[in-house]
């Protein structure tokens, strides 16, 4: 098929908004005579003028090739060769044109350019297990997700070409599968979760009938790798679109599919629901103020009031209350790692933000100096504030708090004077500074 090519004067891509080392990249590779691209959602970004969050290059270099024109490449992946060039502040992926596994199994002898066997294997449901097949750069452009991530900038004359309606759905402002949406949906799940995070984010419309698709298909995203499904999630709700994805992902039967237990407990409760979806919008602002929420606040604001509200009744029923809200937490983690797999490490910090929550709430606190010293204050000083603007409450130990962390002693908590701390191995801590997140 012939592609569209929209000549250097027909758009506004200028070679100031792509990465020096990108730019350099695309330069070397094309002076040793490969054809090299700015591929995927950079592509798209630099269109729509927003700031690409990572630039990929596709070429005809092998990665052999690659590697050796690149002193700082190293070469990852099993599924399929790529290269990762290390720049200081950067690393580019450069990948090999790659072609599509076709629906029937390849023919195991062929070879890559490289003399890589070409391996590619669907199971029995569809689903795309491997596919190391090098293309060209029409097949490159074929197997992505959608029209809009299927561009690519051309370094030898900086046209743009474009082999599906990538341009035209850009314009109007369209999520649309290449191919048909069951196919590529089964063939890898993560898809609906990715096109919902892109019309959250840049406010595009799923077209009806992929949106058809992800509604009937929704069900199989439990299906994908619950460790890839947790770095998709953090992606859909830390970027400062968490509502509208949540929005999205509720009414297409993503989030039950997903979060089962949330889901459940949400059902019928319309105030809670609404807590939830202002809970998110003040993630939301946080995100795009650029205090970057770390995954255990995002976990207790998208979760905490449901566990709260168990650990309540919990409470009511005669256990005492840290003891249900460590239960409560416990279960809900448990079943929720089937899915979506939360690092341990993280499910305990939202854990403790929840649980400092009754410390802070006491005014005037006990011990508050030493409070501001846990590693989770400054993520449960945020989640007071998130859950005080959501429920109009908590305002005055809020001001409490705000007031304190104004003197200038707290930063270096005293140790209680009851107590003579123990000689301790010194130990590194990863901690961001105490400071009161606004949402
Ligand atoms: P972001 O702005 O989040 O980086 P992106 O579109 O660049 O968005 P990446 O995850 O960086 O997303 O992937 C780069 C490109 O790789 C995509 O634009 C798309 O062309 C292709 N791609 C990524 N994931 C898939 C997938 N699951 N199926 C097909 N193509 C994919
Ligand atoms: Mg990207």
């Known amino acids: 098929m012939q592609p569209i090519i929209l000549p250097r004067q027909e758009h506004h891509i200028s070679r100031n908004r792509i990465s020096i080392n990108a730019f350099h990249t695309l330069c070397r590779l094309q002076d040793y005579g490969f054809t090299a691209y700015l591929i995927g959602g950079c592509v798209r970004d630099l269109l729509l003028e927003r700031t690409p969050k990572d630039f990929d290059i596709a070429t005809n270099a092998a990665p052999g090739q690659i590697k050796r024109l690149f002193r700082n490449c190293r070469l990852i992946g099993r599924r399929f060769r790529l290269a990762h060039l290390h720049f200081q502040k950067e690393i580019l992926e450069v990948s090999t044109f790659r072609a599509d596994a076709p629906a029937e199994e390849a023919n195991p002898e062929a ?102 698709a992800l509604c009937s298909l929704s069900p199989t995203i439990a299906r994908a790798a619950p460790a890839r499904l947790y770095e998709e999630t953090l992606k859909l709700f830390l970027l400062g679109s968490a509502r509208s994805a949540f929005s999205l992902m509720n009414a297409g039967g993503l989030l039950a599919a997903l979060f089962p237990g949330l889901v459940r407990q949400l059902r019928g409760k319309d105030d809670l629901l609404n807590l939830l979806h202002t809970n998110l919008e003040g993630l939301d602002r946080l995100s795009r103020s650029g205090w970057n929420p770390s995954p255990a606040f995002f976990l207790a604001a998208l979760f905490g009031p449901v566990l709260e509200k168990e650990a309540l009744s919990r409470h009511l029923d005669g256990v005492p209350h840290q003891q249900a809200l460590d239960t409560v937490c416990a279960v809900f983690l448990e079943e929720l790692c089937k899915t979506v797999s939360i690092p341990g490490r993280i499910g305990d ?9 009754t410390s802070l709430n006491r005014i005037p606190p006990r011990r508050a100096a030493s409070l501001v010293g846990r590693a989770d204050f400054t993520d449960a000083m945020a989640y007071l504030c998130l859950i005080g603007k959501t429920r109009r409450e908590n305002q005055t130990a809020r001001e409490w708090w705000e007031n304190f962390l104004k003197t200038p002693s707290v930063s270096r908590p005293e140790p209680p004077p009851d107590r003579v701390p123990a000689k301790r191995r010194r130990r590194k801590r990863h901690r961001r500074p105490p400071s009161v997140a606004v949402a």
């Not at 402002?173 to 995070?197: K, S, Y």
């Not at 910090?349 to 929550?357: D, E, G, K, V």
């Open 111 to 212: 070879r890559g350019p490289d003399s890589t066997p070409v391996r590619h294997l669907k199971n029995e449901d569809g689903m795309v297990l491997r596919d190391n097949v090098f293309g060209t750069p029409e097949e490159d452009a074929l197997r992505r997700d959608f029209t809009i991530n299927a561009l690519a900038f051309n370094i030898a004359d900086f046209s743009v070409i474009d082999y599906t309606t990538g341009l035209a759905d850009l314009k109007q402002r369209l999520i649309r599968p290449i191919g048909d949406p069951f196919v590529r949906f089964t063939e890898d799940p993560v898809r609906m979760l990715r096109a919902v995070r892109f019309a959250a984010s840049h406010g595009f419309e799923i077209e009806p009938t992929a949106w058809k």
């Open 349 to 357: 910090q939202m854990r403790r933000i929840l649980a400092l929550q």
